[in-house]
């Protein structure tokens, strides 16, 4: 081969293998690179498309640094966690096509980040985060009168809240809660309105992130029929708990809170939805008064277990037929006290069922030519693990002030039975009011998930009876392991309204301990919490 040849051959390989101009290879993205993404304010959507992109470019994941100090770099700087995900796994199945992210779904993912769970002794419902320096607002009837209220950013998270201000015409309340605790938190944008411009208007598509029933910041879209110079009234649904929500217009800007639901009875209903404009007054108001308040504190607060109770333990547990009830339930003072626990719950909803399925069996069992076991009442358990979160592995005790009848009830009626005449019905009315309660563990107080009161109201007149009052009963919610035999003894302390200093006390057996704690060995062993602790 001549030299001019080899040449010739040489510089035919270099531009052949050479990038031509606008073909140049993909660089690879850094962590730096990505970093500088969420310092522009692109939103999580626009980012993973650009790693993905990357990828099928060829750049692939090594350029990510993806190790512990890595992480710790990226969650500095606040990128989130759905990023991350799209760095360490940057490329598609083979096959699968891009998913299709439209501006409701971006909107939600970047949105959901401002939206808390309001918890309160009441209730719950829900809020949003609309000042950096931690304001939320939510509805004034989610909070009430409560004396203790908290909010909840996520499945782990939650911290003690203030109430700042409050406007029960408007049904608007601020809370103030140090934001310290959820780094990743945002800043809810508020619409403000601008002279010839209109923050919403009749048939835009609007949408709701809010905390129906037991659920987490879910989305709820509809459209919006009428807007009035204080309300905004719309198709969306308003559940239980989507109480003081932000409602979002088209651009992502909050126009309102969620407030209320008027149901149809041959539809769907419509909600009402606070103007936003009207919370300005209040949130003024709040922001004057913080200087008043201590800071609130950023320690997380107990938090229900995310884990499920164990499906199989409960279905064993209705197949004994035996179970003793009174270790469970006891009176203290005034109240009536109530320990419930998973299995507790399970056994009393289905008891019906059993001692059905027992006399079915026993009838059957008499005639020999009888078709046998066509019954089973455990077959429809097939498809309960939809709905068997209801039964949440917490511990709950409710104590609900008895009714007694009146003194002067009583003695009337006693002269008339003496002297042979029929006194009347009794006159009752209830013994005490619940204020709150303490369960103490040894010589340590157990700090409850939820402190709750639910409003009771007794209105019955008939030949034996004569009753109008109302009260509260307290439902606190514990952690499993809040009543074991380590305690060495446990306590419950019940206040009243009318002694808010004196407690009832009571000492629990240690049958009732036993019982409750052996009702939770089946969570607590499957899920290798403080079982062996204990």
Known sequence: ??????????????????PIRGQEAAKPLTNQDVISMVQLGLS????IAKIHSAAGLGAG????????????????????????????????????????????????????????????????????????TGLVITNQHVIGPSELISVQFDEKRKVAATRLAIDSEKDVAVLWIDLSAF???????????????????????????GSPLSQRKILTSGIVSKVEPRAIISDININPGNSGGPLFNSLGQVVGITT??????????????????????ILDQARKRMADYPRPSSRLLPVEPTEPYPLDSLK???????????????????????????????????????????????????????????????EDLRGWAEYAGEYRPVLLIEAAPQLRETFASALGRGLASSGGYYGGPARMKFKTDFYKMSLICGDREVEPIQPGKAATVVNAHNAFVNVTDATYVGIYSYPPDAISPACGKVRLELYSEKEPDKPETKELDQKTVDRVWGDFQPYLTAHSTVADQK
């Open 1 to 18: 081969m001549s030299r001019k040849f080899a040449a010739i051959l040489m510089l035919a390989c270099l531009l052949l293998t050479r």
């Open 44 to 47: 999580d959507d626009v980012i």
């Open 61 to 132: 994941p090594a350029a990510f640094d993806t190790s512990i100090d890595g992480l710790k770099a990226l969650k500095a700087a606040n990128v989130s966690d759905a990023v991350i995900k799209a760095m360490i796994s940057p490329g598609l199945p083979p096959g699968q096509p891009a998913r299709k992210i439209d501006d409701l779904t971006a909107m939600f993912q970047k949105n959901q980040k401002s939206v808390v769970t309001v918890w309160s002794e009441i209730g719950h419902g829900t809020g949003f985060i609309v000042d950096a």
């Open 183 to 209: 780094p990743e938190a945002i800043v809810a944008p508020i619409a403000h309105p601008e002279a010839g411009q209109d923050t919403v208007i009749e048939g835009e598509r609007v949408f709701t992130i």
């Open 260 to 281: 209320f639901g008027e149901q149809e009875r041959t539809g769907p209903g419509v909600s009402g939805i606070v103007r936003i404009e009207e919370t300005f007054s």
């Open 316 to 378: 064993e547990t209705i197949q004994s037929t035996k179970f003793d009830r009174r270790p469970y339930v006891f009176s203290i003072g005034g109240f009536d006290v109530a320990l419930e626990t998973p299995v507790l719950k399970y056994r009393l909803e289905e008891q019906v069922r059993l001692a059905a399925a027992k006399q079915k069996g026993k009838r059957t069992k008499k005639n020999d030519e009888a078709i046998q076991n066509t019954f089973q009442p455990l």
